[in-house]
């Protein structure tokens, strides 16, 4: 292996180990996360998305205010704003709400599941692999790219919450740290679960997504890309098949990492155990992960890649898929469970 591949298998499949040992040990996912909270009214795991949302706020901003005077961080001005494909952005998010729900776990969990021997998470995987792959380059392609269709720029720029707006990203930062920290902090103390605490588990989550984007500047001649669960899925899928893409990227190496890194945290905990899916809900499985690999392509990305790597950007097209994921993932649990 020359000196160019060596950092990029390295930073891939370290970043992808920290996110799946982190992410295990904190039952980190967004299904849960909603699921309890509508459910239950535990915002625990709630908290702890929120918490890693801000941290990755911050972090990125942080990381690109310096990318403009250090040499060594100049990668960070490539950091790419996603662009405002709104119509893409809601329905593809609200279809993959509704897929999270129907599967039981969100893109991220799914991923690090299988490391802890849930053999139903592969099969959401199949689905969603053969859900993206039709959405990216197969017979679904002309609906992605005719939802893709409707965009929204901001003098010529993709938009975010501060040009939409007319101020600069320093105003609109502290504002959303000040008010989710009070939303944080002001809750019903979190229930014993046997995981990290949601602070523990939101801080270590946030730090990684920032860590991505640095990682992810070692795939040398593709823009860094961060810590991603959706396209590259599919990638995995067509890579063996049809050559496409045309190498393995530092995001498909991510995902070889992150069950690596489960299993580790897992098997310590005592908590690995192979999980069979009982009777025919590994067909209700394979179809959610088709649904969630459709919209997840639609929406430009999944509940990590939107909700998390890209929103921390603060870009209205991701954040507005995060929020049609929410919303999908609701009317889905009332659909399911809260309708009398």
Do not use: D, K
């Given at each position: 292996m020359d000196a160019v591949d060596l950092p990029l298998v390295a930073t891939a499949l370290a970043a992808g180990l920290l996110f799946g040992y982190c992410a295990q040990r904190g039952g980190f996912c967004l299904t849960r996360a909603l699921s309890n909270l509508v459910i239950m009214g535990d915002a625990s795991i709630a908290r702890a998305y929120v918490l890693a949302l801000l941290v990755a706020v911050v972090g990125v901003h942080l990381l690109m205010l310096a990318g403009t005077y250090l040499p060594g961080l100049a990668f960070a001005e490539e950091i790419p704003i996603r662009p405002f494909r709104w119509v893409g952005n809601l329905v593809g998010?609200?279809?993959?709400?509704?897929?999270?729900?129907?599967?039981?776990?969100?893109?991220?969990?799914?991923?690090?599941?299988?490391?802890?021997?849930?053999?139903?998470?592969?099969?959401?995987?199949?689905?969603?692999?053969?859900?993206?792959?039709?959405?990216?380059?197969?017979?679904?392609?002309?609906?992605?790219?005719?939802?893709?269709?409707?965009?929204?720029?901001?003098?010529?720029?993709?938009?975010?919450?501060?040009?939409?707006?007319?101020?600069?990203p320093w105003v609109v930062v502290p504002i959303l740290a000040v008010a989710g920290g009070f939303w944080l902090f002001r809750g019903e103390a979190e229930p014993e679960h046997g995981k990290w605490r949601w602070p523990v588990t939101g801080s270590a989550m946030g730090v990684i997504i920032v860590l991505g984007w640095y990682l992810s500047s070692f795939d040398v001649g593709r823009a860094p890309a961060g810590i991603t669960f959706a396209e590259n899925t599919g990638h995995l899928l067509t890579y063996p098949l049809v050559w496409f893409p045309n190498r393995v990227t530092w995001s498909m190496l991510l995902l070889v990492g992150v069950p690596i890194g489960a299993v580790l945290a897992a098997w310590r905990h005592g908590e690995f155990r192979w999980k069979a899916p009982p009777g025919f809900t590994g067909v209700q499985l394979f179809l959610a992960g088709l649904v969630m690999g459709v919209g997840a392509l639609i929406a430009q990305g999944c509940n990590i890649t939107q909700g998390l790597t890209n929103s921390a950007t603060l870009a209205l097209g991701s954040l507005t898929a995060f929020a049609a994921m929410l919303a999908g993932g609701w009317v889905a649990l009332w659909v399911m469970f809260l309708r009398k």
């Open positions: 998010g609200f279809v993959f709400g509704i897929g999270m729900i129907l599967s039981g776990g969100c893109a991220g969990s799914t991923w690090y599941r299988t490391g802890e021997g849930a053999l139903g998470a592969w099969i959401v995987l199949l689905g969603f692999a053969l859900g993206a792959t039709a959405t990216n380059v197969g017979v679904l392609a002309p609906l992605r790219q005719t939802l893709h269709q409707y965009e929204v720029a901001i003098g010529g720029q993709p938009a975010t919450l501060y040009n939409v707006i007319g101020v600069r």
